[in-house]
């Protein structure tokens, strides 16, 4: 079936630096890849559609220059959270629908700021 | 806004016990689905639901999609420890680009 991949899985980072983080599509194409934070025991929370060769677009309240997202090829979105803060410690998830068939899900990334 | 209200957001239960996790919203979906998630993990997909009145089967779990496709119930019967988790549902509109409206999720715990 089709398999959706995150790196780093966990991260752990000093306050101010920015991290990466990937989200591929291992067997399909995706034109579009979604970017979800989620906290403890609670929902999913949408932040921006990553679209492939055009900019994302972001939900409310996200604030794009702080959430870097590149799609530059049909199986590989980034996520770069610059600059980050303690606050920004989160899970980080991203999906990615394949056509005719339903979303699926990377493993997620833990990120820790220190 | 486009809101699927799922309850009960907390439910902590004796290991035999039924019990309903309930999604409803006042938005048409051409879909929606359940999802199961443990902690450090992606959410793994247990059903999706299409036709309005359909109920599937998963072993234990019953899932059923309202007659107007705006509802949906889980139901687990004699719920063992091992489903424990978060039970997401997600609701999904045609033509919105495959955007997810997502529930607030149930924390199940199943004590022995």
């Known amino acids: 079936g089709a398999v959706v991949s995150q790196h780093p899985s966990r991260v752990i980072c000093k306050s101010g630096t920015s991290v990466k983080i990937e989200c591929r599509s291992l067997?399909?194409?995706?034109?579009?890849m979604f970017w979800y934070r989620q906290f403890p025991k609670q929902s999913l929370m949408l932040m921006a559609t990553?679209?492939?060769?055009?900019?994302?677009?972001?939900e409310q309240g996200v604030e794009k220059d702080k959430f870097l997202i590149n799609h530059a090829s049909l199986t590989l979105s980034t996520l770069t959270v610059t600059s980050a803060h303690p606050e920004d410690s989160s899970f980080y998830i991203c999906?990615?629908?394949?056509?005719?068939?339903?979303?699926?899900f990377g493993p997620g990334t833990r990120l820790l700021v220190l | 806004t486009q809101l699927l209200e799922q309850s009960p957001q907390f439910l902590s239960i004796q290991e035999g016990e039924n019990l309903t996790v309930y999604c409803n919203s006042s938005?048409?979906?051409?879909?929606l689905q359940w999802y199961r998630q443990e902690p450090g993990e992606g959410p793994v997909l247990l059903v999706t639901?299409?036709?309005g009145g359909e109920v599937k089967k998963l072993k234990r779990l019953t899932f059923q999609f309202g007659d107007a496709r705006k509802d949906s119930s889980l139901h687990i019967t004699a719920a063992q420890p091992g489903d424990t988790g978060l039970y997401l549902c997600?609701?999904?509109?045609?033509?919105?680009?495959?955007?997810?409206?997502w529930g607030l999720g149930t924390s199940l715990a199943v004590n022995p």
């Open positions: 997600a609701g999904d509109h045609a033509g919105n680009n495959r955007k997810l409206i």
């Open positions: 639901v299409v036709t």
């Open positions: 990553s679209n492939e060769g055009s900019k994302a677009t972001y």
């Open positions: 999906s990615a629908p394949r056509i005719g068939e339903t979303q699926y």
């Open positions: 067997d399909f194409q995706a034109t579009t």
């Open positions: 938005s048409v979906f051409s879909s």
